[in-house]
């Protein structure tokens, strides 16, 4: 017999025959619980993690846009002083993208809220961001920006008010070839998107492959010396309009489980701990996937998991980690993996 006891519950299994475990389970009206699962798709909507707008200086104070619920892109008019705006994306991939994955196709998306009185239409540009730079507390009112706050990217330095985060070039390090191009008109309200291209799924891929040099998208008129040619855009700070990134992907073949499913049944279930208990303690065959039976995603499977997904299962204990309910990939890195996913979707 091998007993278990956790919060007055006890457990008890017994071996009878060769590759034969029963399980009694007392002080229980239900014994069995079934979960559904969620299906893992190969398309990631994604919205900033921040942006932000560079406002031209003339020599004046240092204005941004941080945490303002518009953007903008090309010149003002006289009267606005003829600065030149261009916009900021940052966008957190390795979140919700298994490493690994293949890139197929990347879209960008604004929701236009106003543009310049005249303004009939500008050829505007997405390009990669070649430095890093930040999203502080500063909220524009209009299109000149608002006194930068501490964070915040403004036309010369990417991290106000450090000088040691000062761009190559005032208003922004990009690449000055764009990803993609669209001719924008005036258009309030509507929808303006920059479709795939090979150079924007490359970009994209490195940046999934290599983190560490996404620095995001920088958007800009091809054209900036005509005045009056002002964009606004809604932010990711608007609830209605936010910015999206649309990822399609292939994801690597064999990296995407349920966390708990054990058995790898594609069901939660009171044979899924069973038959974690019994691979740990009685027979010592390897599970097909230890990424499934880490219940508690701390890199080990080992008794606490099967206590965990038990708990879960039977004493309202709390669910078993990300990916759960979803077949997907695991989240966090560590050193155990899935060597199968035949029955993800």
């Not at 998306?109 to 502080?136: C, K, M, N, Y």
């Not at 989240?331 to 993996?337: M, S």
Request: proline content about 8%; aromatic content about 12%.
């Amino acid at each position: 017999m091998f007993p278990i006891q956790f919060d007055g519950v006890r457990f008890m299994f017994v071996r009878s025959r060769p590759a034969v475990t029963r399980l009694s389970v007392f002080a229980f009206g239900m014994w069995l619980v079934f979960v559904s699962t969620d299906v893992w798709g190969d398309t990631v909507t994604l919205n900033p993690s921040r942006d932000n707008t560079l406002f031209e200086t003339t020599g004046g104070p240092e204005t941004s846009a941080g945490a303002g619920v518009w953007l903008f892109t090309g010149r003002t008019g006289g009267l606005g002083g003829g600065i030149i705006r261009r916009s900021l994306f940052a966008f957190d991939l390795n979140a919700q993208i298994p490493p690994g994955s293949t890139i197929d196709s990347v879209s960008f998306t604004l929701v236009q809220l106003d543009a310049a009185p005249g303004f009939s239409s500008a050829e505007i540009g997405v390009h990669r961001t070649l430095a890093d730079w930040g999203e502080g507390t500063s909220s524009a009112g209009g299109g000149s920006g608002a006194p930068a706050t501490p964070g915040d990217a403004t036309w010369t330095l990417g991290f106000f008010p450090d000088a040691t985060t000062a761009w190559a070039t005032p208003g922004g390090d990009y690449d000055a070839v764009a990803l993609s191009t669209i001719n924008v008109v005036a258009a309030p309200f509507g929808s303006s998107t920059w479709s795939s291209t090979p150079e924007f799924v490359a970009v994209v891929q490195e940046w999934l492959d290599d983190p560490s040099t996404n620095y995001g998208l920088l958007l800009r008129h091809l054209n900036e010396s005509t005045l009056q040619t002002s964009v606004k855009w809604a932010s990711s700070e608007d609830p209605f309009s936010t910015p999206v990134l649309v990822v399609e992907f292939t994801p690597p073949a064999g990296n995407d489980f349920i966390r708990g499913d054990c058995n790898t049944d594609g069901e939660l279930q009171v044979s899924d701990p069973v038959y974690g208990l019994n691979a740990l303690f009685l027979t010592g065959i390897p599970l097909e996937c230890d990424d499934a039976c880490d219940v508690n995603d701390d890199g080990a499977v080992d008794i606490a998991d099967m206590v965990y997904l038990l708990e879960y299962l039977f004493v309202a204990g709390a669910p078993p980690t990300a990916p759960f309910p979803s077949c997907s990939f695991d989240p966090t890195a560590d050193t155990i993996e899935c060597a199968i996913s035949a029955f993800c979707p």
